[in-house]
């Protein structure tokens, strides 16, 4: 074989360069919303559906190019939801639905905040919830002077054994062993009289 053969059966370097990258697909495409609470416009205007990403390579660069939630000012808020679903309690999907509620004191902004909103993103986007994952609407993270909230947002909140399924599972990964998380239903929140709502589920 002539040694121009050799060489044209060769691959050439640039070719081996194109190669697409190779992702890695979630179950689910998820969208990030920021809001910002200025007073000068409605809710719903300060609002904003940031992007959307469907394999772990792209949660992970979105998530690393944005501001730490703990870094948030005071009034502004992330979530994370299901491409598709609003984080307002209107939406179709979880008008009928309630939030497991972790409320954090001020110090833990700055020690455990962060963590636990990463980990609950990876719970969700990772479908740890098992069986009950299609009741995963998605996860708000608030920043309020007084204490931050952290909230995961389900569906049907009828659905005891799933709520208290998925509310177990949240609370071992976040290895909160030692405390309680209460489930409120966002019908319940609307209509409460108090400060707070009453808890439908605890674990």
């Not at 190669?19 to 495409?29: A, G, S």
């Not at 200025?38 to 792209?58: G, P, Q």
């Not at 994370?80 to 409320?103: A, C, H, S, T, Y």
Request: proline letters at 3%; glycine letters at 8%.
């Amino acid at each position: 074989m002539a040694e121009g053969e050799d060489r044209n059966n060769e691959q050439p370097e640039e070719e081996l360069a194109m190669d697409p990258v190779i992702k890695h697909p979630l179950e689910n495409c998820w969208a990030i919303w920021f809001f910002k609470n200025d007073k000068a416009k409605d809710w719903a205007s300060n609002l904003k559906r940031i992007a959307a990403f469907d394999t772990v390579e792209d949660f992970w660069a979105l998530f690393n190019h944005i501001m730490p939630a703990s870094k948030l000012a005071p009034g502004c808020d992330y979530s994370l939801f299901k491409d598709g679903v609003q984080p307002m309690w209107e939406d179709e999907k979880n008008k009928n639905g309630g939030r497991w509620l972790i409320n954090l004191v001020k110090n833990q902004r700055s020690t455990e905040l962060d963590k636990f909103w990463l980990e609950t993103l990876l719970c969700m986007i990772g479908e740890a919830f098992g069986e009950y994952g299609h009741q995963i609407c998605g996860a708000t993270i608030n920043i309020r002077t007084k204490g931050d909230k952290l909230g995961l947002w389900t569906q049907n909140s009828t659905d005891e054994l799933g709520i208290v399924s998925i509310g177990k599972t949240l609370k071992e990964r976040l290895n909160m062993n030692r405390s309680t998380m209460g489930y409120q239903a966002h019908a319940d929140t609307m209509s409460k009289t108090g400060s707070t709502a009453k808890n439908r589920y605890v674990v």
